[in-house]
């Protein structure tokens, strides 16, 4: 019986990994892979670090005692610290010793371990870590890219302990969830360096900007999505496009030249108008459409200036010819959901930046402008989402910077 029942979970191992394989986005791909992990054991909670310059550093958290008690979202998983690669810590032993390790009380820990337990998390959120069992994430070249730990396993509401089926079967999926995070990595390290190549030119498009950018969208999305009632499945897929397609919205900025890009000081209406080109730009480098997620950054990085009033730019293009000329603005729902979206995550981002020509405005005077402009040039729904999950706005603006 029990060998059957661990046959049965290695087969679903293999359909999962196929399926985890599809997934883009470094975040949606962790998140998928600590949810799986953790049903395995119906763990309460879990958490993902990725080595970062030898460093491990908090990736993604899930925790459903503390997700249900706060319904604004998981600011958690914007929360920003690093742990050394060595005895001192649990995550820094495992990545060190490359080995799983249960632990059933971490409350209990004796001398006999190098090891504490970080309370911190604890403190600071109000929750009560019991069991842990932490696993190294692996590539199949014997690398260590990281290390997943999942927290209190639980029988009906019980918290109970880890046994050695648990460790193998998710030291298992480990090894096989090791490569596909590995290749979304690379993923979105290329997609950073695309943006660090159009920010050698336009210094207002940062790697930070366009990182709080790809957060801010796909946490409006999801708040706004939910209010809608799409499903849970439909927004994953969503996001996990998104974030990408969000951080490019301005890629086509590498078309316009650099005396317009640095200038300081106002543009001429002939400079501006220049500058309005690099929605089009923009789109032309997702014009193959091979997939919906090029079909999604075409629309970001054409329509991310429209206004819900109709009044932005570049408008309904007149496509019979080759030379695009612009029409009158887009208006409410001609613009696509996700360009409504994005305008607002670059605004917000924006004012509160400080750029050559201004300075950055207070939080109170940014926020005071997007009330102020509900119904005007943002999508009134869309700036409703943003402000029901604003505690996890302010989280990933104190992420990267
Ligand atoms: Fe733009
Ligand atoms: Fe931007």
Not at 167 to 175: G, I
């Amino acid at each position: 019986m029990e060998i059957k029942l661990l046959g049965e979970k290695v087969g679903d191992i293999l359909a999962i990994t196929e399926d985890i394989n599809h997934i883009r986005d470094i975040d949606s791909l962790l998140d998928r892979v600590l949810l799986e992990a953790r049903k395995f054991t119906n763990a309460d909670a879990g958490s993902i670090y990725l080595v970062k310059n030898n460093y491990l550093s908090f990736d993604y958290v899930q925790n459903d005692t503390l997700m249900k008690a706060d319904q604004s979202g998981n600011h958690f998983l914007y929360s920003k610290f690093k742990i050394k690669i060595d005895e001192n810590s649990i995550a820094g032993y495992v990545a060190k010793t490359k080995l799983p390790l249960v632990i059933n009380d971490v409350y209990k820990l004796g001398n006999e371990v190098p090891y504490v337990f970080n309370q911190s998390f604890d403190k600071q959120s109000n929750y009560r870590t019991i069991a842990i069992l932490t696993i190294p994430l692996i590539t199949s070249r014997d690398k260590i890219i990281g290390v997943m730990q999942i927290i209190n396993p639980k029988k009906k509401s019980e918290i109970i302990t880890f046994n050695n089926t648990d460790k193998q079967l998710v030291t298992y999926f480990a090894s096989q969830a090791a490569v596909a995070i590995e290749r979304a990595i690379m993923t979105r390290d290329t997609i950073l360096r695309m943006i660090r190549m159009a920010e050698m030119r336009d210094p207002k498009e940062t790697g930070a900007h366009v990182n709080r950018v790809g957060a801010y969208a796909i946490e409006i999305y999801n708040s706004w999505a939910v209010k809608k009632k799409h499903t849970i499945d439909e927004i994953k897929k969503k996001k996990d496009i998104l974030r990408i397609a969000a951080m490019l919205h301005d890629v086509g900025k590498i078309g316009i030249s650099d005396l317009i890009l640095r200038k300081n000081g106002k543009l001429t209406e002939g400079e501006f108008n220049e500058m309005k080109m690099h929605t089009i730009y923009g789109m032309e480098l997702f014009s193959e459409k091979s997939s919906e997620s090029d079909e999604i950054a075409g629309e970001i990085a054409l329509n991310h200036h429209e206004k819900w009033d109709g009044t932005g730019y570049p408008g309904i293009l007149n496509t019979n010819s080759d030379i695009y000329s612009f029409g009158r603005g887009k208006k409410g729902e001609e613009i696509p959901i996700y360009a409504r979206i994005v305008a607002l995550a670059d605004v917000y981002d924006a004012l509160f930046s400080k750029r050559s020509y201004k300075d950055s405005w207070s939080e109170a005077s940014v926020l005071e402008y997007i009330k102020s402009e509900r119904n005007k040039q943002f999508d009134p729904e869309v700036v409703d989402a943003f402000f029901s999950i604003y505690k996890v706005i302010t989280a990933i603006r104190e992420k990267y910077i």
